[in-house]
């Protein structure tokens, strides 16, 4: 028997200045499923890890220089016998166990995991309102004046994703704008959807996104 189709997400659609102008349906595969904790929580520890630099390093003995010279004769000092001031033991000496800058951190995630977690942070944005679905391409001024009068006419206050693909005088009009993110629709991760408090979409990128998890 087929799987039960989940039903279609009706969402207001706006103009630049904020006004409701008409509705979408959002692919309800996609946009309107229960948000997966587990894969979502998944996909941002692999993106965390992946990120990580191994650049941490700390010197062994062998590697820290001086020391060559023994300290003190074997016997008759009443001290510990010692070889070496360079030992681990003693303060500016080697260390144990310590970083060598060739550590890998780098996890793994299935395609069809990945999948659930980006349609469960979609979902997820959706549910809370924090989808701003715009009726028509986005055509501002390249100035960072007119990319805030964009923001606040939409209501996108705090962290901002900007999902678009070709649009130079937007990407100018954000370039100095710390709390907003451009990305393309085919390089979302699941930890910026997660981070940020509005996203801002072109209807016709809809498609696109839609397109790209089927």
Not at 62 to 68: H, N
Request: aromatic share 4%; proline share 3%.
């Amino acid at each position: 028997m087929p799987e039960n189709k989940i039903k279609a997400v009706s969402y207001p659609v706006v103009n630049q200045a904020g006004e409701k102008v008409s509705t979408v349906k959002l692919a309800g595969e996609i946009f309107g499923i229960e948000p997966h904790k587990d894969a979502m929580f998944a996909a941002v520890n692999t993106y965390l890890a992946n990120r990580r630099q191994a650049t941490a390093k700390t010197k062994t003995r062998a590697e820290v220089s001086g020391g060559g010279k023994k300290p003190w004769r074997q016997k008759g000092t009443g001290r510990a016998r010692a070889g070496s001031s360079r030992s681990p033991i003693w303060v500016g000496g080697g260390v144990v166990f310590g970083p060598t800058g060739t550590q890998n951190y780098k996890l793994s995630m299935n395609k069809k995991e990945h999948d659930l977690a980006l349609r469960s942070a979609l979902s997820l944005k959706v549910s809370e309102k924090a989808f701003i679905v715009l009726e028509e391409e986005i055509n501002i001024e390249a100035k960072t004046k007119a990319a805030l009068k964009l923001l606040k006419d939409l209501n996108a206050e705090g962290k901002v994703m900007l999902i678009i693909d070709d649009n130079d005088e937007l990407l100018l009009a954000v370039n100095n704008l710390g709390n907003v993110l451009p990305v393309r629709h085919d390089n979302v991760s699941v930890y910026d959807l997660l981070h940020v408090d509005h996203i801002i979409v072109e209807k016709a990128t809809l498609k696109a996104i839609e397109g790209g998890l089927e």
